[in-house]
Structures are given as C-alpha cells and as structure tokens.
C-alpha cells in the first residue's frame, strides 16, 4: 500500500515478487492437480466399473440373479457369513474413525452502541484537540479518511470519546469485554447451547494480550466448565480468525460429541498511534470497534440446526521471506511512540500471498474444466517459450457463490476484485462492511457474511469463500457451504435496523 502526501491510498504496480514465490507457483499448481487425481485414482476406476455392474444387473432377469446367488454364494455359507462379518466390521471401524463434519450452527456480530459512532468531521477535530500530531499529519489522516472507504457511521470505544482521550489499561479491558460478553450474549439467546455445554474456545486479539487473558475472561463471565479446551491467539493480525476457525476444527475432531466457540476480536483504545510516522497513521483511520462469536459443533444432530458446513481451510504464510514478514508491524516511531506500521509493499505481498494460497486452494474446489484450461496454458506458455504470455487464472465464480473478502480497506478490496475477476457484487458485502463498521479487523468477514443473510441471498448448498490477509504475511482461507436457506436472526445480525440502506 502506498501513501503519498495527498492521503492517497493506492495499490503498487508490477514490483519485485519473492523469488520462491516466482519460480516455483506454477510447477506447485501442476504437483496438486497431479496429487489430486492421482490420490482420487481408485475412484475414478472404480466409477466406471461399479456403473459396468450395475447396468448389466438392471439388463438381467430374476432368474439368473437367483442362480448366481445359489449356485455361487447360498452353497458357501461360512465364506458368505466371513465377508458379511468382515464387511460390518470394517463399516463399524470407518464410522467410528472417520472425521467428524464440523458444522457452524451460528454465529454472531457485535453492534456497537450508537453513541459509540463518530463522524469524520468530530474524529479530525479530537485529533487536533488533544494529539501532539504536526497539522501536515492531521492533514493527511483527513485525506486518508476520505478516500478510505468508511461512511460516517463507524465507531470507536468509548476511551477514545473521553475528553481527553483515555488510553488506558481499564479502558482497553472496557472495549473489550463489552464486544466479547455482547456478541455471545446474542449468541448463547439465539441458540439452545448454554454456557456449560461448550467444551472448546478460542479467542484470538492481535493486540492486546491481557493477563489472565482473555478466554480466561469468558470463562470467568459466563462460568464456563473446569476441563474446557481454552486458546488465546494473540499478533497473528487479520487473518486470525479463520486460524482460530481451524484450530477449532482440529480440536472437534480429536474430542467428539461436543461444541466450539471461536470469539475473534481487535482493540483499538491501546493501540491508538499519537505519532507523526505517517505509515502509523492508516490504522488509526481504517480500524473501528467489532467482534464476532461462532458456535461450531461436531455432533450429528445438530446439522439440521447449523447453518453451515465446513468445506476446507487453507492457510498459506510468508513469515520466511524478509519483506513480507515487515511489511505490518507494531514498532516504535522516531520518537519512541508505539504504532502499527504498513509498509508500501504491503498490497504486493498481499497480492502474491492471495495467489499462492489459491494455488492451494484451486485443485480442491475448481471443477476440473478449469483446472485443465489452467495447465493448457502453461503447457502453451512454456513450449512457445513467450515470457510475456499471461498466465489463465482460473475463474473461482465457477467454485464459488458468495466472497467474504476481508474488509482491510478499500485498496485492498480493489487488488482483490481485480486479482480474482469478480463482479462488483461479489465484492458488495466486503465495500458494504468497510463503510458501515469500518476495518473490524479479523471479524470483518463475518459481518460480510451476516450482511448476505440480511440480504436474503443464502441459499442451500451455496458455496462460500472467506479470504482473510494479515500480518506476519498470511493469507488464509475457509470454505463453508449452506446446509439450508439462510434466514437472518434479527437480534444476532447487525444489519438488521439499516440493510435497506445499503448497497450505497
């Protein structure tokens, strides 16, 4: 992301790419698509066969299916009862074995207060008032604020209302928990799981890491049972919310029968920059207050209840690569203040994490039309020996009805529209979330999703893709698809008291 002295927010143009990133993409699309028939192999042999057998049962009479099982399996009754045997017991081991589906039964966003909401005009005004920021900084953040993105509507904590602001500890710890209890309040009334029924719970904040911390919090509030599974994930950035989704996963497949909460959330009153390092700034214009709680669950019953079924996590990350790894990160400015830096790399890295990470992704969930249209080219591309030949990239509005396309800001919005080919509906819920709530951080893909419900556009077996960014470089992805069509619960959805004036 670059920022030049206007408050311009751009995307950088064609730039120096990692160098493994470069020479190994395309051969490590070709490996997956290999894997991937080579380990569904048997039964793409079998299919044909099993349809052989079938046929030919259907085209015989009675008489000679009544032969066959006399003459060639009744006479053999201990062989038949042995297979029989084997055969039951072998089903038993694979149900008893075989992973559990992890369904989201629902999920809810926290709505901050109205009095919480601060305009453009009132934020700039406190920032004059009470920061030590040069009028070029105040300058520049107003211009950032202009182009962002955001509507007048976003909020911030109650600290940074204060007159003057309150940046402390309590204050922090006031943010938060009113997020946290707020969401799950609406979620535990808008389910029959109580409180004690929750066997797992993940927490992730990138910035403040409070002691005891934050799973610690909820399970204090809410009384949680002593054997509970409980993580707090802490600096993982904006893309921690699908890692907390899938070490939720990974925890409901090894105990069964029982139910996760994943509660993603972001301060703002700690983190808040009073400097004049510019880089440090666009946080302070692009991050509002929001939170979302999701109730996931392994256990079989409830698929009639759940909304969602999880499809796939894909989780890519850059860390290796020196470039990537700085292009977030929380340091001190020149004069010892504390901020969250973005570098001007920033949408080169996260253009290149995105394409890795569908690299992964595409041989899991593209129709195999496309997959071979992909490796067509390459094989083109290579024997003509033409380096300025473009590369296909797959079209993922064939995997996919619905994108959740983290809401970090609008040029990251614009990279990802243009990276993916998608049409200014598929990027709807994602500029919709960033003007209403602003960048919630981690949670921002799911007030995209809860803006789809809202809209009444969930049906059965749409296909859903979460793409988060986040530092550290990560780019991470899950898959969900609707068990049902989604209705929107009025007291866990957002939107509810203003989706009819959106889209803007």
């Not at 934020?123 to 211009?143: C, G, H, P």
């Not at 054997?227 to 921690?240: E, P, Q, T, V, Y």
């Not at 470089?473 to 698809?481: D, E, G, H, I």
Request: charged share 20%.
């Amino acid at each position: 992301m670059t920022t030049d002295d206007n408050g311009n927010v751009t995307a950088t143009g064609n730039q120096r790419s990692p160098s493994y990133y470069t020479k190994s993409m395309n051969l490590k699309y070709l490996q997956l698509v290999y894997h991937y028939l080579i380990s569904h192999l048997l039964i793409l042999f079998l299919i044909p066969v099993i349809a052989v057998f079938l046929v030919e049962i259907s085209s015989a009479n009675c008489e000679y299916v009544y032969k066959l099982w006399y003459y060639h399996i009744a006479k053999f009754n201990l062989v038949s009862v042995t297979i029989c045997a084997g055969i039951v017991s072998g089903l038993s081991v694979y149900m008893m074995k075989r992973p559990r589906t992890v369904y989201l039964v629902d999920f809810s966003c926290y709505l901050p207060p109205s009095h919480l909401q601060v305009s453009f005009e009132v934020l700039i005004d406190r920032v004059q008032r009470y920061s030590n920021q040069s009028a070029s900084s105040i300058e520049f953040q107003r211009k950032i604020l202009e182009r962002s993105g955001l509507g007048e509507e976003t909020c911030v904590p109650e600290g940074l209302h204060c007159h003057p602001p309150d940046r402390s500890l309590a204050m922090g710890r006031k943010e938060t928990e009113q997020v946290m209890f707020g969401a799950l309040d609406n979620l535990f009334s808008n389910t029959n799981v109580k409180p004690e029924d929750i066997g797992i719970l993940v927490v992730n904040c990138s910035l403040f890491n409070h002691v005891p911390s934050l799973s610690a919090i909820i399970i204090n509030k809410y009384k949680l049972r002593s054997n509970i599974k409980s993580f707090s994930l802490g600096g993982m950035g904006c893309s921690a919310g699908v890692i907390a989704i899938d070490l939720a996963k990974d925890l409901l497949k090894a105990h069964r029968d029982t139910y996760a909460i994943v509660l993603s959330t972001e301060n703002i009153t700690l983190p808040a920059y009073d400097g004049n390092n510019k880089s440090m700034m666009v946080t302070n214009c692009l991050f509002r207050v929001g939170g979302a709680a999701i109730l996931l669950s392994n256990k079989f019953q409830d698929k009639r209840q759940a909304k969602y079924k999880l499809v796939h996590i894909v989780r890519t990350h850059f860390g290796s690569d020196d470039e990537a790894f700085k292009c977030v990160r929380q340091d001190d400015d020149e004069a010892g203040k504390v901020g969250v830096s973005l570098c001007k790399t920033l949408m080169e890295v996260a253009g290149l994490s995105l394409k890795t990470n569908i690299t992964t992704l595409g041989p899991l969930v593209l129709p195999i039309s496309e997959q071979l249209r992909f490796v067509t080219t390459m094989v083109i591309k290579k024997l003509s020996k033409n380096p300025k030949m473009k590369t296909y990239i797959p079209d993922f509005k064939l995997a996919f009805e619905h994108f959740c396309i983290h809401a970090g800001g609008r040029a990251i919005i614009d990279e990802m529209e243009k990276n993916l080919n998608l049409l200014p509906a598929h990027v709807e819920p994602s500029r919709m979330t960033l003007h209403r709530f602003g960048n919630t951080s981690s949670s921002s893909i799911w007030y995209e999703l809860a803006y789809m419900e809202a809209k009444g556009r969930m049906c059965k077996n749409d296909r859903v893709w979460q793409i988060a960014l986040g530092s550290g470089f990560k780019c991470n992805s899950a898959v969900w698809v609707a068990l049902k069509n989604v209705k929107s619960c009025p007291k866990g959805n957002p939107w509810e008291d203003c989706i009819h004036k959106y889209p803007v």
